[in-house]
């Protein structure tokens, strides 16, 4: 099973390097890297082309979110059985990959491992410790950080859309179609970000956004932020009530 690597990044010069070294260190190889700079202002691009992966630079955007953009930009240049992303601030265990395809079935539309936060910041280390709710989540769902997607299921919804979280909307598209989504523990990424409260907010309040948008319920959403401790993300989610409009239904 051929599968090959995307990296979106806007302004990664401090974490990209041991990003990509932890792909290339995979004990199953991947066909091709493509790396999408989004407006780099720093040493990212640099940085990356000591690797030997597919570059493309983005000046601008027409997307509203930037994100979401990338990784369709990047679909059109992926023509390996498994499309899988890794964020640039993300390392992954030697075996990552391995281990998810040999873990992923034929009805699973996309598989991921078990991600945890490396941070040294007071912030980060408490993360690193609420992660511990996410066992306790009703439906547990692959984290987009480090996933591996099937790409025929990809290109059969259409692609990534334009809305927050663009992994999670796949996922929801993918279930309605009746195929299935799964973790492993058999491998872990880091996310290895310095974590400040300001990005923690910021991070909660775009989930409840993303939430309202991709349809999820005020009630589940309510339920979420009180059982994952995660309160501003219901906060977000009725800011995007009134600044947002839903995803359409298929």
Excluded at 18 to 35: R, Y
Excluded at 62 to 80: M, T
Excluded at 110 to 128: A, Q, V
Excluded at 192 to 221: C, D, I, P
């Amino acid at each position: 099973m051929s599968y090959s690597v995307v990296m979106c990044a806007h302004n990664e010069e401090k974490y990209i390097k041991q990003a990509l070294e932890s792909i290339f260190l995979q004990t199953a190889k991947p066909e091709k890297v493509v790396l999408v700079l989004d407006r780099c202002a720093d040493r990212t691009g640099e940085i990356a082309r000591g690797f030997p992966i597919e570059i493309i630079e983005k000046k601008d955007s027409k997307w509203k979110n930037s994100y979401a953009e990338n990784l369709e930009i990047a679909r059109q240049y992926i023509n390996s059985e498994f499309y899988a992303i890794v964020d640039a601030d993300v390392v992954l265990e030697p075996d990552y990959f391995e281990a998810l395809l040999s873990e992923i079935r034929d009805k699973d539309a996309c598989i991921g491992g078990k991600i945890m936060t490396k941070s040294r910041t007071i912030i980060g280390k408490l993360l690193s410790i609420w992660e511990k709710t996410y066992a306790l989540s009703p439906s547990r769902r692959p984290r987009g950080c480090a996933l591996l997607i099937r790409k025929t299921i990809l290109d059969e919804i259409g692609g990534f859309a334009d809305v927050p979280a663009p992994d999670t909307y796949f996922q929801d598209e993918a279930l309605k179609l009746g195929y299935g989504v799964k973790i492993t523990s058999k491998s872990k990424a880091y996310h290895t970000r310095e974590v400040t409260l300001k990005k923690t907010v910021r991070a909660q309040f775009s989930a409840g956004m993303a939430r309202y948008v991709q349809r999820k319920g005020l009630v589940r959403t309510f339920l979420h932020s009180l059982v994952r401790l995660r309160p501003l993300v219901l906060i977000g989610y009725l800011y995007g009530m009134l600044t947002h409009k839903r995803a359409k239904k298929p």
